[in-house]
């Protein structure tokens, strides 16, 4: 059974950081592209960032130079680091895992709130 068990979120000051963890169990880890996708109310999820199993990384325009994704393949976890957060950033991030090439196996963790507020 497969388990993403995102962590780390919270309340935090505008310009403050934060970094978000994603534990992943019953998966093949190095094998999978992980990302992370944030939804905030009454808006569609989008994507923050991604890193395949080369650790090439990909940013959603929003957050390029701010966020950055990397990945542990010895622990099974995936981080998201995010400085000089805005309120703009709070929403449920999630974590996500695909297997590049094979339909189905495509992952989400439960989301972890973020909330930018002074």
């Known amino acids: 059974q497969v388990h993403l068990v995102e962590s780390g979120g919270g309340l935090v000051q505008p310009g403050g950081s934060q970094r978000l963890s994603c534990a992943a169990s019953?998966?093949?880890?190095?094998?999978?592209?992980m990302g992370w996708y944030r939804q905030a109310p009454g808006k569609q999820r989008e994507l923050v960032a991604t890193?395949?199993?080369?650790?090439?990384?990909n940013y959603g325009d929003s957050v390029k130079g701010r966020f950055t994704i990397s990945r542990d393949n010895a622990k099974n976890t995936v981080y998201l680091q995010m400085n000089s957060l805005k309120p703009e950033d709070t929403a449920v991030y999630y974590c996500?895992?695909?297997?590049?090439?094979?339909?189905?196996?495509?992952?989400w963790g439960q989301g972890t709130q973020v909330t930018v507020s002074s």
């Open positions: 996500n895992a695909v297997r590049p090439g094979i339909a189905g196996f495509d992952y």
């Open positions: 019953g998966i093949t880890f190095r094998f999978y592209v």
């Open positions: 890193i395949s199993s080369g650790a090439i990384t």
